[in-house]
């Protein structure tokens, strides 16, 4: 597999591709399989469906990962939390936690009500070629909580904030239950097929530089450092939107880290790329035009050439209005532009 060899630095005959949220509404397939499940939470947990929205991407655009179709906020509902997918207005969690008793009433056994993304995982290794990577991935613990103690998503995390400042120990408290809850999803996502694990921490960035490796960052590493520690052969992935400006204090016991869009893929290389591979970067945006794709992937190949330890991406997920042809193109212009 040459996204698990780029993982861990070894030579590969071209840079794998694979795109975050490439199975996505972009794809009338997707669409298509959506429409057989009630609602979206009913969608995460038909395992058939998952698994079939997780090789579309596959099969249509030639990526070399797939990543099982799911939601990071699995976790949160199989932990108690009640979930709903409001149209327009994304993930809602009605009755937020708001004081330590919430934290307590956090039921211990997700890891074990999470069967279906499992199963899922072990459908579509079942399906996926020999060749093909699967990753499985989870929330980071900060992201989760913030969508915990937010009751959905926020434009200030001013709720979150306040707790990390006025209440860390609260905090901190409900990041450790999480953390705990994230390794034992992720160890089970490998047993089950995965051949890597991603963690993604949508919202570090919100976070300023010591508040983000107290509250974030360190809670990545926890999960990370069980993870190598009971499964040295799969790669785990790291990807911290909107840290880009941390990067010299990035360190740890992982594999590669995920670069994002706002960060430029060249201090990334002089940061981080002597210890990590590197995954990224590309503004999604540019799906929109060809011309900009092929500039878009010409300037990272300038900047990270066909050294080993390379996997092109997205700086961040796919868009419902993006073209499949576009999609499909960029896939073909990265192989073709790596090749060794």
């Known amino acids: 597999m040459i996204f698990i060899d780029a993982c861990f630095k070894k030579p590969t005959p071209t840079a794998p591709a694979w795109l975050m949220r490439q199975a996505g509404r972009y794809l009338s397939e997707y669409l298509a399989t959506r429409a057989k499940a009630k609602d979206f939470i009913d969608f995460c947990r038909r395992s058939d469906l998952a698994a079939e929205a997780t090789l579309q991407p596959v099969e249509i655009l030639g990526v070399d990962a797939a ?3 799911s939601d990071i906020l699995v976790v949160p509902l199989e932990m108690g939390m009640k979930l709903e997918f409001e149209r327009g207005a994304g993930p809602v969690l009605p009755r937020p936690i708001q004081n330590e008793s919430d934290i307590d009433g956090l039921s211990d056994n997700a890891v074990d009500r999470l069967g279906y993304v499992y199963d899922a995982l072990r459908l579509t290794r079942e399906h996926l070629a020999p060749d093909k990577a699967l990753i499985g991935f989870a929330g980071s613990p900060w992201t989760l909580a913030t969508y915990m103690i937010e009751g ?15 209440a860390p120990d609260m905090l901190h408290k409900l990041l450790r239950k999480l953390s705990d809850a994230i390794s034992g999803y992720l160890l089970r996502q490998i047993d089950a097929g995965a051949n890597a694990v991603q963690i993604f921490d949508s919202w570090g960035g919100a976070l300023e530089k010591e508040a983000f ?47 994002d869009w706002n960060t430029p893929i ?11 591979a590197l995954q990224g970067n590309m503004e999604p945006a540019r799906l929109y035009d060809k011309a900009a794709i092929e500039s878009g992937v010409r300037e990272i190949a300038r900047v990270m050439g066909k050294a080993d330890g390379y996997i092109f991406n997205l700086g961040h997920g796919m868009q419902p209005d993006f073209s499949r042809e576009n999609a499909k193109f960029l896939v073909d212009f990265v192989h073709q532009t790596f090749a060794r």
């Not at 959905?152 to 006025?166: D, E, N, W």
């Not at 060249?266 to 790329?273: D, G, M, P, S, T």
Request: aromatic residues 18%; without cysteine.
């Open 67 to 69: 990543i099982i179709f």
């Open 152 to 166: 959905g998503g926020s434009k200030t995390y001013a709720i979150a904030k306040k707790m990390a400042y006025s």
């Open 213 to 259: 490796f107290e509250f974030s960052w360190s809670y990545m590493l926890k999960i990370a450092e069980r993870i190598k520690s009971a499964r040295p052969d799969i790669p785990v992935i790291l990807f911290s939107k909107g840290a880009g400006g941390y990067l010299e204090s990035i360190g740890g016991d992982f594999d590669a880290f995920g670069v």
């Open 266 to 276: 060249e201090r990334a290389k002089n940061l981080l790329f002597d210890r990590y």
